[in-house]
């Protein structure tokens, strides 16, 4: 069964950087496109950030300027480098990989921005 697993969510300042990962494992992973999505309390998921198998990357205009998305298929890892980070980017980060209707989900990692 196909697994995503984040890692490097944290506490930060604001202004400060985080970098998250997301393995991925028993699937082809350069096949899909890889996205990062973000839910803060009582508030719906959102997408972030995409990277396609072609390496384009698409951000969410809250995040254009601050967040980079990468992938190293040779590592099967998805990256999010976040910079200027500020409280409202707090939420749980979910790495997400989709190949048509085949879709997997990370179990998310929390980010929290706070003085």
């Known amino acids: 069964q196909a697994q995503l697993a984040e890692s490097g969510g944290g506490l930060v300042q604001p202004g400060g950087s985080l970098r998250l990962s997301c393995a991925a494992s028993r699937f082809t992973f350069s096949l899909y496109a890889m996205s990062w999505y973000r839910q803060a309390p009582e508030k719906e998921r959102e997408l972030v950030a995409t990277?396609?198998?072609?390496?384009?990357?698409n951000y969410a205009d809250s995040v254009k300027g601050r967040f980079t998305i990468s992938r190293d298929n040779a590592k099967n890892t998805l990256y999010l480098q976040m910079k200027s980070l500020k409280p409202e980017d707090t939420a749980v980060y979910y790495c997400?990989?989709?190949?048509?209707?085949?879709?997997?989900w990370g179990q998310g990692t929390q980010v929290t921005v706070s003085s």
């Open positions: 990277i396609t198998t072609a390496d384009e990357p």
């Open positions: 997400n990989a989709k190949l048509s209707t085949l879709i997997y």
